[in-house]
């Protein structure tokens, strides 16, 4: 097993875009979500997605707190083992600035055009907006906090590289500077086993299941929050 101290986290660069696109296709090739958004594999277009990815990750570098996970003692020390994206906490009262808003509607300019160039490359959109939807309302329902909430949007582990401590390393790079501030964390997941067991040794407790049902075919979102612990 890879000692954990071995382990360095550090901001996603450009550089680090195509690690990070890989470990999100491996880690995601079986999850639920995927599978039932992606329903009809037939269609599924793997460099369409690889593209789409990289414009998430473009826009986390600049509007999330996104970090890659890396090995600097193996003979592959820019390998990317893993990566987390959450994004920052909106305290109840904070308005969106002129710069959110942009950044914003430059996502979705770059999306439109990735899809008038490569198609949907298999995406079920009803399917898309059903859990788009489901997903607002568990937020709205679940986030009461006015100091707003960490959101773990997506956090993976190259499947040959879990259970060696690198998600948890992940995790407690923003976890700890929640703690140090007084926030809770919140974070979704399409699987239950083995998902909230790991979760909840992270300090997460779940708190609500919400039905993503598309005429009968059903996939699930579990929510989970984590709250703040006292510094030791």
């Not at 890659?68 to 990317?80: G, L, R």
């Not at 582990?157 to 060696?164: A, D």
């Not at 993503?212 to 929050?225: E, H, N, T």
Request: proline share 6%; with cysteine.
């Amino acid at each position: 097993m890879m000692p954990v101290s071995t382990i360095s986290i550090s901001p996603l660069s450009e550089a680090d875009i195509p690690g990070a696109v890989d470990a999100i296709q491996k880690a995601f090739a079986d999850d639920p979500y995927n599978l039932w958004v992606y329903n009809d594999r037939s269609k599924l277009n793997l460099n369409r997605n690889r593209v789409s990815l990289g414009i998430r990750c473009r826009w986390g570098i600049r509007n999330a707190l996104f970090h890659v996970a890396k090995d600097p003692s193996s003979d592959e020390k820019d390998k990317v083992l893993g990566i987390a994206m959450w994004m920052p906490p909106r305290p109840t009262e904070l308005k969106e600035t002129w710069g959110e808003w942009w950044e914003g509607w430059k996502l979705w300019f770059q999306q439109v055009g990735m899809n008038a160039w490569y198609g949907r490359g298999g995406l079920n959109v009803k399917r898309y907006y059903i859990w788009k939807q489901r997903q607002a309302e568990a937020q709205s329902e679940i986030w009461t906090d006015p100091k707003g909430y960490y959101f773990c949007n997506i956090i993976v582990v190259l499947p040959e590289q879990q259970g060696k401590g690198i998600g948890r390393a992940l995790f407690q790079e923003v976890t700890k500077k929640a703690d140090e501030e007084g926030r809770r964390c919140y974070l979704e997941s399409s699987r239950d086993e083995p998902k909230t067991k790991i979760y909840e040794a992270m300090g997460f407790h779940f708190v609500k299941q919400m039905d993503c049902d598309d005429d009968g075919d059903v996939c699930k979102l579990y929510c989970m929050v984590r709250e703040p612990r006292s510094p030791l």
